[in-house]
């Protein structure tokens, strides 16, 4: 899996920065489930901004659809 592209921040500007439970209600996975993604390297999503994971909500969702195409792929 490859990581999403880096936007600039006017690319940014109608994006939604997600705190971790917000990412969770999206993926529909527990915290502790992102969090051990996020350590074996398979959430490049995710980020420590101080205390606290966030995402951009467009970086999930490409994630997301990687996966989705990658699972495709291999039917």
Known sequence: ?????SR?????RDDQL????EVCALTRRDPATERWLRHHKKAP?????????????????????AQREADQQSA
């Open 1 to 5: 899996m490859t990581r999403p592209k």
């Open 8 to 12: 600039t921040v006017d690319d940014r």
């Open 45 to 65: 999503y995710l980020w420590r901004s101080g205390r606290r994971l966030v995402a951009w909500r467009s970086d999930v969702i490409a994630h997301l659809d």
């Open 18 to 21: 997600l705190k971790l439970d």
